[in-house]
């Protein structure tokens, strides 16, 4: 529903839910993936026509100037636990609400950056959770694009998860005599049959040519491996 009431946003502050600010085609798909999750949102943003576009669609939805204290204030921001700042297209307006919520101290924030220098910016006034949506999934359809993967996930500290598919020669051979750990440095952790679901694997689990697999370890022994299919 459509609501400007401070005590709207107190009541969805105090139900642990998730404020997201901004609501472009990041902030909104975000804000809306939230609710189908069964998470509440606040939604925010400064344009009128935004904001109704997502009447009935999020828990709350308000229109309000956040580069304003007590804008944010009046909204219970400084009660929430999780803030996302998916504010893209203004600069001044991502580093100014974003300063403000770091002040508070209690919400843990995510913000979008669009830039290198953004995200700099935004990482030297104390964001722990730096987004960049556009630099991320680039990253990740060049590491699909170079090899025989069918999914990648990068997590820190240059670790990977990659589904593949099991190279040919570990074709109808158990996991536990493959030696693939041993000589590749990575580990399949999950199988998928033919029409099946995904399921751990085990020293005894058996890879055919048709199986699905997923395969974690240092980013580039994982891409390397991927690529013997």
């Not at 921001?77 to 403000?100: K, M, N, Q, W, Y």
């Not at 508070?104 to 700099?120: C, G, L």
């Not at 974690?216 to 991927?226: D, H, I, M, R």
Request: hydrophobic share 40%.
């Amino acid at each position: 529903m459509f609501s400007s009431k401070p005590t709207d946003a107190d009541a969805v502050a105090a139900a642990d839910s998730v404020a997201v600010i901004g609501l472009g085609r990041f902030g909104g798909a975000l804000a809306l993936e939230l609710e189908e999750a069964g998470t509440e949102v606040l939604g925010i943003d400064d344009d009128e026509d935004v904001v109704q576009s997502y009447n009935g669609r999020l828990t709350h939805v308000v229109r309000a100037d956040t580069t304003k204290e007590e804008a944010l204030r009046q909204l219970s921001l400084p009660d929430f636990d999780r803030v996302v700042v998916g504010i893209g297209s203004d600069l001044e307006a991502s580093i100014l609400t974003t300063s403000i919520l770091l002040r508070f101290e209690r919400p843990t924030i995510w913000a979008k950056a669009i830039s290198e220098p953004h995200a700099q910016i935004l990482s030297q006034l104390g964001v722990e959770r730096v987004i960049r949506p556009e630099h991320d999934m680039g990253k990740r359809v060049a590491h699909l694009v170079r090899g025989a993967m069918l999914d990648y996930v990068e997590f820190e500290d240059n670790f990977a998860m990659v589904k593949t598919r099991p190279p040919r020669q570990y074709w109808d051979r158990d996991l536990g005599t493959s030696g693939i750990r041993a000589r590749h440095g990575v580990t399949v952790v999950a199988v998928k049959r033919r029409g099946g679901t995904w399921d751990y694997t085990t020293a005894s689990t058996t890879l055919y040519d048709d199986d699905e697999i997923i395969v974690a370890g240092p980013t580039a022994k994982a891409e390397l491996f991927s690529s013997l299919v």
